[in-house]
């Protein structure tokens, strides 16, 4: 007999894997919706949820251990807009957000594959593309950042050949953006980040 794990403080378990989600039913208000893909400890999210009371987060990650580490830090800093799913980032993108529901999608520190046999594995080339421009609202978001010089080169080049999302600025302390886990630590080692922004083109 198989038993089911018992949902942890805020996590969002769908209903149904294959529906898109009804996500005004997960969260208590109403509100912009940002989600944070591949959270990790999700230090970013529970400070974005705590600075913006007024907007919803949904955090990402597919690592159980890491998914209780978010529940807990929002439960205990008594964050009611922050849910995490445990699933696949595509496959959320994919499947399970619907179309035109998010205004802003963070990518934040993900795993470059840096050796070339892997690079098939980056999330960030067309499926993924097109899935972020259908889930995103008009004028919705997308913001990426890297340590890997090439990882960016190549996300530079593929954003620059998809029609459905067109490049923006993002100056330093052009807003609110706090420090994820692993930038932290990279930084500490010496390593520095770049960042991509883009907006859904009408
Ligand atoms: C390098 S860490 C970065 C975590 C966090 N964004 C940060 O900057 O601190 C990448 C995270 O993405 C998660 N991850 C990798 N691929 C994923 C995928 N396809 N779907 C969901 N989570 C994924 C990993 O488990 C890990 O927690």
Known sequence: MTSVRPPEPNELVPLDYFSPLDLASYFNKDGPLEVDLGCGDGRFTLEMAENYPERNFLAVERLLGRVRKVCRGAERRGLENVRVLRLESLYTLEWLLPEGSVDRLHLLCPDPWPKVKHHRRRLFQRPFLQAVQRVLKQKGELLFKTDHEEYFEWCEEHLGEFSGLERLSWEEDEFFYPKT???????????????????RVV
Do not use: M, P, T, V
């Open 181 to 199: 886990d692993f930038q932290i630590q990279w930084e500490a080692e010496g390593k520095h980040l770049q960042g991509l922004r883009a907006r």
